[in-house]
């Protein structure tokens, strides 16, 4: 099992910037997929964005597409999500998760929520117009 906790959500105007952290402990860090998504009232959750452990291979949603950046620091056992020009769609509450179901820690082609064992609590980002 790994324990996961966001932090760094906040409230932003329309065109700012947030970076999310997300920091594990427990389980084998190297061997886990991480990734980022989202809940908006009324939606559906949604992948947001998930990197690799070994090959660091990153996918991202269409929608944040050239706007958010998946990281991590394997030295601090973390990883981030930054996030730029906001918009107000981008609200939601945003939750880091985890799995070790694949060799390498390497993440599945698409990113469903029910591929991923561990999850944090959520941090909360709201952008205003």
Not at 7 to 16: I, R
Not at 19 to 33: I, P, V
Not at 34 to 60: C, H, M, N, T
Not at 96 to 114: D, P, V
Request: glycine residues 12%; hydrophobic residues 30%; charged residues 20%.
């Amino acid at each position: 099992q790994v324990q996961l906790a966001e932090s760094g959500g906040g409230s932003v105007q329309a065109g700012g910037s947030l970076r999310l952290s997300c920091t594990t402990s427990g389980g084998t860090y190297s061997s886990n997929c991480v990734g980022w998504f989202r809940q908006a009232p009324g939606k559906e959750r949604e992948g947001v964005a998930q990197i690799s452990a070994v090959s660091g291979l990153k996918d991202y949603a269409d929608s944040v597409k050239g706007r958010f950046a998946i990281s991590r620091d394997n030295a601090k056992n973390t990883v981030y999500l930054q996030m730029n020009t906001l918009k107000p769609e981008d609200t939601a509450i945003y939750y880091c998760a985890a799995h070790e179901k694949l060799y390498g820690g390497a993440c599945f082609r698409a990113m469903y929520s029910t591929n991923f064992d561990d999850w944090g609590q959520g941090t909360q980002v709201i952008v205003s117009s």
